[in-house]
């Protein structure tokens, strides 16, 4: 964000950087202080100098992204062979807008690259969950005269049990945030409905959550945060996304100021 793309790593990069982390921290954590998932602390503590150099610089750094790894875990047997099966992936999401670009829609977080999202294919013939929905979830946030991208929205249903469900989801309280007057993004989340008719569950982290046939869960990460006052933004690109349904009608009157029967007239859901 801050250095020339094909700039190498060298002692001059670093050379002006002083970073002061006393010990204690929950980015220095020391014995017997729990820890786990290292890979969130490090993403957090990436989107907290980030953060902090978009005030300084806010035409250099984008708004902030979905930023958790998302990583989930599904053990259990497959349905059709009773063979043992298990699932590990991250799950991609939203980026931020910049100052000349909307963010990037279902993208995996800074600091990750070595793991992958499985495809539905896989995931129902090797794994034997029914991909129920792999889409975009198109909902509120991240409005700006430069929109947030999109996260994902993974539905899965349970085609036998039990099925041992651990996840961890940051940034689940605090949204992505936005700059220069643009909105803040939205949330990653798990939810949960029971075939058993209990009350569905919606979570941040989980453990070994048992999980049985007919369960449906969903994985929603979350919108990038938007850059830049939302009533600016140019009304053919506010167009545009109405047409490819990456806002709601209702985003576009309340956040981009349409009236209601002209979004409308351009919304293709």
Known sequence: ALLPPDLPANEGVFAPLEIVCPPGTVFTAERPSPVSTYW??????????????????PERVPAGHHLSVCGTILAGRHPHTGEPVILVEPQAGGWGAGRDKDGENGMVPVGDGETYSIPAEILEARYGFEVQAYTLDIVRGGAGRRRGGRGILKQLRMKAGPVLLSASFGRY????????????????????????????????KIARHVLQAGDVVRFRTGTGGGYGDPRERERERVAADLENGYITVEEAVEDYGWDRAEAERHYRP
């Open 40 to 57: 969130e602390a490090s993403d957090h503590a990436t989107d907290l100098v980030l953060k902090a150099l978009a005030a300084a610089i």
């Open 173 to 204: 309280k605090v949204a992505p945030w936005g700059v220069a007057r643009g909105r803040d993004g939205s949330p990653n989340m798990i939810e949960i409905e029971y075939a058993d008719g209990r009350p569905p569950l919606r979570v941040g």
